[in-house]
């Protein structure tokens, strides 16, 4: 059975152009005019793009005494809707546990996805067995990312001297390190000196992790990931600090991606000033939301390429979940979803403003993350060969953004009351419609494990260079007798 996308224009991260994307077998199998098919979906006045890549999402995740409430299925579920036919979620080991033994119960979450998805591997202690099963990692179990949390002391975070040893053994692997970059140091510090000075609200979670604190963790993980000679990914970038540092270490050669979250970008520190305690408590997430003049810089990174992905970082807790820190801000679970609004918000706030170009909304939201993850082209491309993880974009399609009628399982939204206009018209992941003019047709257990291999170029690269740079004993004929 073949199917037919009919009448659209397609955007990639490079083109614009008329013509039909014919599939069979959930590949993309002719591109061109007056295609025809077993199935036609009328894709008349609407953008065929890359079905959108998260590369960053937690579904089910033990954080904070609890679990985030979408797991695999909703939040696959949300992730279709919304456009996006792709999330990598992160594994996390508890301290002292395999990393191998981690990986089964992710595998055993994760047979519930209704779209495809991968997983980054966390290092949240070390020691031999991390580094001799990162190996069996990238080798045997198709991952070539590895996450580092430099913030949450006493429970995720790692050292420096940790860091540097798993960024070794990533350069050695050719995999890619990963950093949530907050000094966990510091921030512990000032939470404690908040609550004791009586400050206890969900506004101190935003007073404790100030722009400064990331921008210092992000240009320590560079530096640290430079002297290791690997590629460094930050995640969730939220401030002109952490930005200027990827910035300037790009200018400097070092290979650098930065990552904002469309929460960042559209939403600001207000939300934490709310007179309302639920409604800042729902916002509470590290980083926490900046000033404007941080989001124009995240918006001037994405247009001028110094930053290179959209993600949500989705992790979503009930209003009833963050009320377990009523008068201790420190125990609010920190995450905020966005799944299914990350593509309309994208589009609405970047592309319809004209801060993006549509090609640079594909670049972000798809194709960039699909290179970096070394997915491309089977996935963040309209290509001859690729999955057909497709979405059909009507740009007149509009919507006001309601929990009421979302996909994720809890009981707000923080994009609320938001008016969006460019939606799907279609979803299809590997070529089946999951998504139809607002129908949800997702099958649970579709989505499959993609594999990921280790980086061919950008780590040879850096090795190669590393190799010629490195110290080397000069050879000496003339020495001279000692004790002259
Ligand atoms: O607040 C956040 N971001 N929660 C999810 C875990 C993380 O730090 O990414
Ligand atoms: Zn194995
Ligand atoms: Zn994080
Ligand atoms: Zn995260």
Redesign the pocket.
Known sequence: MTTVIKGGTIVTADLTYKADVKIDGGKIIEIGPNLVGDTTLDATGCYVMPGGIDPHV?LEMP?MGTYSADDFESGTRAALAGGTTMVVDFCLPEPGQSLLDALKRWDNKATRANCDYSFHMSVTWWGEQVFNEMKAVVAHHGINTFKHFMAYKGALMVNDDEMFASFSRCAELGALPLV?AENGDVVAAMQTKLMDEGNNGPEAHAYSRPASVEGEATNRAIIIADMAGVPLYVV?TSCEQAHEAIRRARQNGMRVYGEPLIQHLTLDESEYFNKDWDHSARRV??PPFRSKQHQDSLWAGLASGSLQVVAT?H?AFTTDQKRTGLGDFRKIP??TGGLEDRLPMLWMHGVATGRITMNEFVAVTSTNIAKILNIYPRKGAILVGADADIVVLDPNRSKTISAKSQQSAIDYNVFEGKEVTGLPRYTLTRGVVAIEDGAIRTQEGHGQFVKREPYPAVNKALSTWKELTSPRKVERSGIPASGV
Do not use: A, W
Request: proline letters at 0%; hydrophobic letters at 20%; glycine letters at 10%.
């Open positions: 937690h954080f949530h969730h997430m590290s970082d992790c920190n995450g």
